[in-house]
């Protein structure tokens, strides 16, 4: 990878999935486990594993991510679940379809299962009403909100994202595209979770989930 890169991994109880994920980093990017609550030891792993941990004390996704962007300081910054659902080597792709547009880009993963386990017909359901919402709002044509994004970092936080909660990916798509931003869409494989979303692994946070995000779409 050519350019530095920051990558904000949002942290809720993640020890056992750390390893993995932080030991896939490319060459020039920089971890930022931005912890959130974790009760498991999440971040004392981390810094055992050389990454840079941001404590943020407010619940919620958004806040995470919104922490580790302000932390960063690298040229682009990633956001990516640190789950192991994702593999931190697929983000050089998203790197290039950033970095070789000369208008702020925002590159954002569509999800390709690779196990039925991967991706419940529920959530992908419920995501694909949430994008379509979100095209009807933008003119986009997404077929998902993925949890892996990369962009600018000082565009990023020129966009002013208020949200906190699992709406802040939502918000990061729509104020791109107001901002006359071109938005990207990257496939990126999608595997099996380590351990139970706190988000969505249960239909409770899962419907909390969605009205996060359509509540910003209502703004």
Same mark, same amino acid.
């Given at each position: 990878m050519d350019c530095t890169l920051d990558v904000v991994l949002p942290c809720l109880d993640e020890a056992a +999935?750390?390893?993995w994920v932080l030991s896939r980093m490319p060459v020039g990017a920089r971890p930022i486990v931005v912890d %959130? *609550?974790?009760t498991d030891g999440s971040a004392d792993v +981390? &810094? *055992?594993l050389g990454a840079t941990v941001v404590s943020e004390w407010r619940r919620g996704y958004g806040a995470a991510c919104h922490a580790g962007l302000e932390a960063a300081t690298a040229p682009l910054v990633a956001v990516m679940d640190c789950d192991a659902t994702l593999d931190p080597q697929e983000l050089e792709r998203f790197v290039a379809a950033v970095a070789s547009d000369d208008v702020p880009t925002l590159a954002v993963g569509r999800r390709v299962p690779v196990s039925a386990a991967s991706w419940p017909w529920h959530l992908r359901v419920a %995501?694909? &009403?949430v994008a379509g919402r979100v095209n009807r709002r933008t003119g986009l044509s997404l077929a998902d909100i993925g949890p892996m994004r990369v962009a600018p970092r000082e565009a990023l936080l020129a966009l002013g994202l208020e949200d906190r909660r699992s709406g802040y990916p939502v918000e990061? &798509? &729509?104020r791109a595209a107001e901002a006359g931003w071109l938005v990207v869409q990257v496939d990126v494989p999608y595997a099996a979770r380590s351990g139970r979303s706190k988000v969505t692994g249960t239909p409770l946070g899962a419907a909390r989930a969605v009205r996060d995000m359509t509540a910003v779409l209502s703004r």
């Open positions: +999935a750390l390893e %959130n *609550g974790s +981390a &810094v *055992g %995501n694909r &009403v990061t &798509v &729509v």
